[in-house]
């Protein structure tokens, strides 16, 4: 049987380069897109290329029936090793005074309750209280998460925050089930996330911040992240590891 993997958002970005690294690392894939078929297919093609399987799966991780559909697609492919909880969304500059219900709700829905739905059902697969052979779970937090992202998305920077201290309580909580657990906190990294919160220049901006004085690539994070899916890291959970340049 195939060990399979798990990516939310591996259409584009920080997700995209974590199949390439993982379909090399000999997991077949599964993984999630919430709209951009075109790149997804792209990915998948790539895979393939590679001599890899990466099956795209339409499913927003902020819907709980799509991430069941998600998970069930997976199921088909093998048995799951490692969910990477990658999807997570920023919004347009604002302060705080300024949010809407509507934009805390959707950043919350996908940044937390979708990660942590999904843990939810990779750990009824992976532990070993539930029959499951032990696996790796990474989140994607940020350096948002202790930056606090002042007059930008300071609700971003929380969500991230708590996806740290979910890092934290689930890898105690599963530690000797089998089951790792471990966050990746990027800094500024070149992808499109910052042009789909208003600001296509952002890493070019902000690039003197940070201490190395350059952006980072979403290839430079994926060996992180697969890093810590990767037996060298068997006595690693619990973390959150920065890859940020120094900032
Ligand atoms: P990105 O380039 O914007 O790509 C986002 C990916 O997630 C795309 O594949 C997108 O699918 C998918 N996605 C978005 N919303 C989704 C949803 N509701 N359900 C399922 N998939 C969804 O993002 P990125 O920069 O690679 O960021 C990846 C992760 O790293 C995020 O959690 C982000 O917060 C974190 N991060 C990034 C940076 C950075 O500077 N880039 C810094 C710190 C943390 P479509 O292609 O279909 O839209």
Not at 209 to 215: N, S, W
Request: aromatic share 4%.
């Amino acid at each position: 049987m195939s060990n399979v993997m798990v990516i939310t958002g591996g259409s584009r970005g920080i997700g995209a380069a974590c199949v390439k690294l993982a379909v090399q690392a000999g997991f077949d894939i599964c993984f999630s897109y919430v709209s951009n078929k075109e790149a997804a297919d792209k990915v998948s093609a790539e895979a393939s290329a590679m001599g890899g399987t990466a099956k795209a799966v339409q499913a927003d991780v902020g819907n709980e029936a799509d991430i069941l559909h998600l998970f069930a697609e997976a199921d088909k492919m093998g048995v799951l090793k490692s969910l990477i909880n990658n999807a997570g969304i920023v919004d347009q500059s604002q302060r705080v005074e300024d949010y809407t219900v509507e934009r805390l709700n959707r950043m919350y829905s996908v940044n937390v309750v979708g990660s942590i739905l999904c843990a939810r059902e990779a750990i009824k697969r992976m532990s070993t209280k539930h029959g499951g052979k032990g696996g790796t779970i990474v989140n994607l937090s940020s350096a948002a998460a202790y930056l606090g992202s002042p007059n930008q998305y300071v609700d971003y920077a929380a969500s991230k925050a708590a996806i740290d201290t979910f890092t934290k309580g689930l890898s105690l909580e599963v530690a000797d089930e089998g089951i790792r657990v471990n966050a990746v906190r990027p800094g500024l990294i070149d992808t499109d996330i910052h042009e789909s919160g208003g600001e296509i220049d952002r890493v070019k901006r902000l690039e003197h911040m940070v201490p190395m004085k350059r952006g980072g690539s979403a290839e430079e994070v994926a060996k992180g992240i697969l890093w810590l899916t990767s037996d060298d890291a068997s006595y690693v959970t619990g973390d959150c590891m920065n890859v940020t340049g120094g900032r």
